[in-house]
């Protein structure tokens, strides 16, 4: 992987806090979180459900508001208040990859306008014609048959749904796509297909990924790099290769612990973890953001740095 501090920072996430509700029903879902997302690079956005991995994704979209920090894109600020133009340049260069390929889809519309309605918004100078020819080329580029632009989404499968939500994506030509576990509710067959579609449309049209997902073992297939996220607070943050081979926070290893192995053998004797947040004596230390290995940041005490450093 090249050296991080000569790469063009797209995404930059400072002091981030997503918060919903106020007073005593305040509820903090996302605190203090930071990373950046480099051009061209798939960054992995992994934890359990209700960890507010979403939430940061929704936030990015500006679907969600934000209650503190910053989300800077290209060096722009882009949460709160923005100027229109920005607003529209977010629109187009931003786009999202929803989790539930059925909620997401308008059922009473065809896919023709499902994919094709972003380009009202983005390409008004589009004749009906150039737009629907722009439709087809979207839905070849997924590996769908132009004809099914005139159907609706209850007659295609859930691989097939997912892949026109792709295809909305892709045809306004995004920068940067959030895809909010795009194969959680898919059959494994169709997993691997829809990855593979994800990783060759990277390469043929340069799109940086946030890649939100449960699973460890699918984040280090598609991953550059993998922030690992419990109770809105980003624990630990590696390439995904260094993040799978030393995992150093607990929380980490307790999810690394839980993959399936396709060895029998090896499920019946494995040990699976589980992680205590009271472990740790935040109490007289706060914790910090610590690089403990060479790109290799943990969110926690110096007394932990120092036992977890020598783990390997």
């Known amino acids: 992987m090249a050296q991080t501090q000569n790469r063009e920072v797209l995404l930059d ?38 960890s507010g991995k979403t939430t940061i994704g929704r936030a990015i979209m500006r679907i969600v508001p934000t209650s503190g920090g910053e989300i800077l894109y290209g060096g722009q600020k882009i949460n709160g208040r923005i100027p229109r133009a920005l607003d529209r340049k977010v629109i187009q260069e931003i786009q999202m990859i929803f989790q539930d390929p059925q909620a997401s889809l308008n059922e009473r519309a065809k896919v023709s ?5 972003g380009l009202m918004n983005v390409r008004k100078d589009l004749s009906p ?26 007659e295609f499968s859930g691989g097939q749904r997912q892949r026109i939500g792709i295809a909305r994506a892709l045809i306004v030509e995004p920068k940067f796509m959030i895809a909010d ?63 799978i081979a030393h995992a150093l926070h607990p929380y980490t290893r307790a999810l690394l612990s839980a993959i399936p192995m396709p060895d029998p053998q090896h499920e019946r004797t ?42 390997y």
């Open 129 to 154: 014609a150039e737009r629907e020819e722009k439709v087809k080329q979207a839905l070849l580029d997924v590996g769908l048959l132009p004809e099914f632009a005139s159907r609706f989404p209850h």
């Open 181 to 243: 576990e795009p194969i959680s509710a898919l059959d494994m067959s169709i997993r691997a297909q829809v990855l593979n579609l994800l990783r060759f449309l990277q390469k043929q049209r340069d799109i940086t990924y946030l890649f939100i997902a449960h699973d460890l073992s699918v984040m280090r297939y598609i991953s550059d790099r993998i922030a690992v996220i419990h109770k809105g607070d980003i624990v630990e943050l590696a390439d995904a290769e260094e993040l």
């Open 113 to 117: 306008y499902i994919v094709g309605e």
């Open 13 to 50: 996430v400072k002091n981030l806090e997503i918060s919903y509700g106020t007073g005593k029903k305040k509820f903090v879902a996302v605190k203090n979180a930071n990373f950046q997302i480099y051009k061209g690079e798939t960054f992995g956005l992994v934890g359990e459900s209700g």
């Open 270 to 311: 494995k040990t699976l973890l589980t992680y205590d947040p009271a472990q740790h004596h935040y109490e007289t230390e706060a914790p910090a953001w610590r690089e403990l290995r060479p790109q290799h940041y943990v969110l926690c005490s110096e007394a932990e740095a120092e036992q977890w450093s020598a783990l």
